[in-house]
């Protein structure tokens, strides 16, 4: 088989809804476009809605219009869509689908290998992977793998549940859990900054380092998703798998290959050596807001507990920031700080690595203000690094000036970098899961989680709303860090 252009089925549960139409669609034909999808392919809609063949391509057409990507192979890009109306519970609609795709492994030569794809509501999970199971679907001549969407439980007991449920049908090496993040160019550079380069690596430890500084700032409030995100807040939407994977990727040990065993084996480690945190220490180490009304990019907002669908005395958070000490021979001393909020002043994810003083600095007296050095790496909007020094002032006076060394991927590559969900399919095609959560991962990063959320369902917020929409966040966050002698390092930089 061509591992380049692999052949296989492609199995969407969910799609007609906004993931598939948003990121999916436009993903999968972004690989077509490009040559990444053998010419023989067959993707599969399943979902509730009675849908025709022709009304379930017309709305892939759609979405990838939207999508204002290159249109001039729409036509023959869908005509690879079927679509298999179904109801997750009913026996017949899985053996329907068995039959189709038994029929389409025909047409595409497919081999029987199948992705199933599912992107529709969480309680579901469990059930579909079961009957995919008993119905006999996952019975295949060739491979079967399943790329599974968050939330990935919403505890640790849960995420054990539902991971016990889908191992039933599928091996770990089978199951893609996504995580965007995972997907995203400057993510995926962290590893190559950090052990492809004798200048940093060397450095990267708590010699050298004094803090570093995770941040993902969002401008969009709660949108259309107040019922899932009311259950689920902040903490659980970002934290638990975005913010906690980046701060794995900073701090892993080098692995001693680049396959998937041992770059997941090192992020586990550090997710063994984060700190637990007790109940009654919470407060200490992290800090939770909630965005009233204010102005976002010149428009005034309202606060989240007027927003369609949440409560009144809504007690969940929009912003997290907290403080993660790792207890390991290279980290021993050195924060981690995380931050991230719906309705702040600008939308950002960026990494700030932090250097510690010289021990004697002559060009800084007593009194005047140090400019630590610092690496930015920035994820989005703006992909690159950039690399904050002190130089001299030119002129005959001897002061200095901060410098910046800067890399804009963006400007580079000059075309835009593929999407994240456009690697992640990729990835899961050729089977390479190097990108996605193990189970260890998942189960470590809810077990660190649960403390935290149980502390704040216990103790309500007392001062919610704490933040202005359009603001950085409740001022607690700042605190944190100044409690510790650091800032927050400007977004803007
Ligand atoms: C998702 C969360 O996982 O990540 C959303 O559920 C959030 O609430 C989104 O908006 C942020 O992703 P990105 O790629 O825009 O930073």
């Excluded at 972004?30 to 849908?51: C, D, H, Q, T």
Aim: net charge negative; with cysteine.
């Amino acid at each position: 088989m061509n591992v380049e252009n692999p052949k296989s089925l492609i199995v969407i549960f969910g799609a007609t809804g906004d993931l598939a139409n948003r990121k999916l669609f436009p993903s999968i034909y972004r690989l077509y476009l490009n040559g990444k999808l053998s010419e023989e392919f067959g993707v599969v809609g399943v979902a509730r809605r009675p849908n025709s063949n022709e009304q379930f391509r017309e709305n892939v057409r759609e979405a990838l219009l939207e999508a204002k990507l290159d249109d001039s192979k729409i036509d023959q890009f869908c005509e690879h869509f079927y679509y298999h109306p179904f109801d997750v519970t009913n026996r017949e609609s899985y053996l329907e689908l068995k039959l189709l795709l038994e029929n389409l492994d025909s047409t595409y030569h497919t081999f029987g290998n199948r992705i199933f794809y599912l992107a529709m509501a969480p309680e579901f999970f469990g059930t579909i992977a079961s009957k995919l199971k008993s119905e006999g679907l996952t019975d295949t001549t060739g491979w079967k793998r399943l790329m599974i969407e968050k939330p990935f439980g919403r505890d640790l007991p849960s995420a054990k549940e539902l991971n016990k449920q889908i191992r039933d049908a599928f091996s770990e090496d089978e199951i893609y859990r996504i995580d965007h993040y995972l997907g995203k160019e400057m993510v995926q550079n962290i590893e190559v900054i950090r052990f492809a380069n004798a200048l940093f690596e060397p450095l990267w430890n708590n010699r050298y380092i004094s803090n570093i500084q995770v941040t993902s700032s969002e401008t969009l409030g709660v949108g259309e998703r107040a019922s899932y995100y009311e259950k689920s807040g902040a903490l659980r939407d970002m934290v638990q798998n975005h913010m906690i994977q980046m701060v794995a990727l900073l701090a892993m040990e080098p692995p001693s290959r680049l396959n998937t065993e041992e770059v997941r084996s090192e992020k586990v480690k550090v997710l063994r050596s984060l700190r637990a945190i007790s109940l009654d220490e919470v407060d200490q180490y992290f800090v939770r807001g909630q965005y009233g009304s204010g102005i976002v990019a010149d428009k005034e907002v309202m606060g989240y507990r007027d927003e369609n669908g949440t409560e009144p005395e809504s007690n969940t958070e929009t912003f997290v920031a907290g403080k993660l000490l790792i207890d390991n021979f290279r980290w021993a001393g050195v924060p981690f700080y995380i931050r991230t909020g719906k309705r702040m002043a600008v939308k950002s994810t960026k990494i700030v690595i932090e250097f510690k003083d010289m021990p004697m600095n002559l060009y800084f007296p007593e009194g005047e203000e140090r400019r630590p050095n610092v690496l930015v790496i920035h994820i989005q909007p703006e992909e690159g690094i950039t690399l904050h020094i002190n130089a001299k002032k030119s002129g005959p006076t001897g002061e200095t000036t901060p410098i910046k060394m800067e890399f804009s991927s963006k400007s580079q590559n000059s075309i835009n970098t593929p999407e994240a969900y456009e690697r992640l399919i990729y990835d899961c095609l050729r089977g390479d899961a190097t990108n996605f959560a193990h189970w260890d991962e998942v189960g470590l990063s809810w077990k660190f989680i649960d403390t935290i959320s149980e502390a704040w369902a216990t103790n309500k917020a007392s001062d919610f709303p704490n933040y202005k929409s359009g603001s950085l966040g409740p001022e607690k966050a700042d605190k944190l860090l100044e409690k510790d002698g650091f800032y927050w390092w400007p977004l803007s930089e």
